[in-house]
């Protein structure tokens, strides 16, 4: 079967099955060809319901849980999103499709490295990925934005990254996998004024969100 088939099949049987139904990140799905994003050797499994390793000990996330991820961060064209975690880059060039700009950050350079050449030959131009603990959030790299309306954490966080609490904007959105080293609650924080709003979302597992405000290894 052709990708583009597999692709469809995918956001059919795994996404719209399961309650997806924010059209612009079926969209997404539907043109972003995953198949890209894993190791030449894992291209057959690419659409299939399952994490894939990636190298380095990390792995490009199950398409639905990345799907539900990004429905939740209720995305406009205009909002600019902070992701931690780039990996493989596929969840980067999704958020990309929807919003303004993606900045994005990943503490192994070579993953970053492999991310950054991938997305600039698929020619997006609103995405800027830096190598750095991703828990102290953005700071004054270029693009210099000092608040996000939408932030995702691809790693599973031992408690709240307050730095990036901090660079949440007023109303914006935080998606977390959120508990310990081996399972994890899927979780939402609202901002709204000094207040912040949390919602859980059911289990995950996810690999560890390592850094000064997540895991020290
Ligand atoms: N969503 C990604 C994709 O589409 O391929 C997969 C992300 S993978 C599950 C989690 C990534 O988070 C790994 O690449 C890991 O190196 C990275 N990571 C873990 N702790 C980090 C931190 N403190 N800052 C930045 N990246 C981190």
Not at 149 to 171: H, M, R, T
Not at 195 to 214: H, W
Request: net charge neutral; charged share 25%; glycine share 8%.
């Amino acid at each position: 079967m052709r990708f583009e088939e597999q692709r469809e099949l995918m956001v059919q049987e795994q996404i719209i099955s399961r309650g997806i139904t924010d059209e612009k990140v079926l969209d997404a799905m539907r043109k972003v060809e995953r198949h890209l994003f894993v190791p030449e050797h894992s291209r057959y499994n690419a659409y299939q319901d399952f994490p894939i390793p990636i190298g380095e000990g990390q792995t490009i996330s199950q398409p639905y849980i990345i799907a539900l991820m990004i429905e939740l961060l209720e995305l406009k064209s205009s909002d600019k999103v902070l992701e931690i975690g780039t990996g493989s880059g596929y969840q980067t060039a999704l958020l990309a499709e929807m919003a303004d700009t993606v900045c994005s950050i990943e503490r192994i350079a070579s993953l970053a490295r492999k991310a950054r050449d991938l997305l600039n030959k698929l020619n997006y131009e609103n995405i800027y990925i830096k190598v750095s603990d991703g828990t102290k959030g953005w700071g004054n790299t270029y693009p210099s934005i000092k608040e996000f309306d939408a932030i995702i954490i691809s790693a599973g966080a031992p408690k709240i990254p307050e730095k990036l609490v901090e660079q949440l904007a007023n109303n914006g959105r935080m998606i977390l996998p959120y508990g310990n080293r081996f399972s994890q609650i899927l979780t939402r924080l609202t901002k709204r004024g000094n207040d912040i709003d949390r919602e859980e979302f059911g289990g995950c597992i996810f690999v560890p969100l390592i850094g000064k405000y997540g895991w020290t290894y």
